[in-house]
């Protein structure tokens, strides 16, 4: 079966200071990832989605990136976080032949705050 | 582009009592909608989805829906709640792309009293 993991579970960090999160999905090969953020009693927004390796695409210019350096793991970063940065990340895949009818699957989150 | 509204951001029922949760969608193709349930500081996790044939659909946990195209709703019932039902529910179209995408709705927190 399919699994999806995401670290750190939770994370404090300062202004201007670097972001990394790391995802990673097993059991499955060539799945579709994406990066969600879920602000406090909002719905979800998609940051970026990817079809493959090397492959981002971004549904919201802002200072966060995301690459995706092998089949299987997808990060996000910045270089320097804003207090607007602040939510719920949520990393997910849905399986890359299964086109329109496929569901998303979402790992655990990681919750951010800016302080 | 397609969008998916939910109407009532807040519902609550008492335990043994119908859940009802609304969701209205717009598309300019043929939609595939979902729900999803999340718990407190937890990933979402898939109830159930519609795609093509028949338009009732059951899912986990007991919860069903049906699709309306002359409505354009897809509306999340359980003919008993029970406590653990208690989370956020989100409706969600996906895109008509093979990119797997999907757009959801604002979500709509659940408290079932007892």
């Known amino acids: 079966s399919q699994t999806i993991h995401q670290w750190p579970a939770t994370l404090v960090q300062p202004v201007g200071s670097p972001l990394s999160l790391e995802c990673t999905v097993e059991g499955t090969s060539n799945p579709n990832l994406y990066w969600y953020r879920q602000a406090a009693g909002r719905g979800l927004q998609l940051l970026f989605y990817s079809v493959g390796i090397g492959q981002i695409s971004s549904e919201v210019p802002q200072n966060l990136s995301a690459s995706r350096p092998q089949d299987r793991q997808f990060i996000l970063s910045s270089k320097k976080l804003l207090l607007s940065d602040s939510g719920f990340y949520l990393c997910a895949w849905s399986d890359g032949t299964g086109g329109k009818t496929t569901a998303v699957y979402f790992g655990p989150g990681t919750r951010l705050t800016v302080t | 582009a397609q969008s998916v509204t939910q109407l009532g951001s807040h519902v609550s029922v008492s335990e043994g009592a119908l859940v009802l949760l609304r969701c209205n969608y717009s598309?300019?193709?043929?939609?595939?909608l979902f729900w999803y349930v999340q718990y407190p500081n937890q990933g979402l996790q898939l109830l159930l989805k519609?795609?093509?044939?028949?338009?009732l659909v059951k899912g986990i946990n007991g919860f069903e829906a049906e699709f309306k195209k002359s409505e354009t709703s897809f509306h999340l019932t359980k003919p008993s709640a029970h406590m653990s039902d208690a989370a956020e529910y989100f409706c969600?179209?996906?895109?008509?792309?093979?990119?797997?995408?999907?757009?959801f709705g604002d979500g709509t927190t659940l408290t079932v009293k007892p």
């Open positions: 519609y795609t093509t044939g028949a338009t």
């Open positions: 969600a179209v996906s895109d008509n792309t093979n990119a797997g995408k999907s757009t």
């Open positions: 598309s300019s193709v043929p939609p595939y």
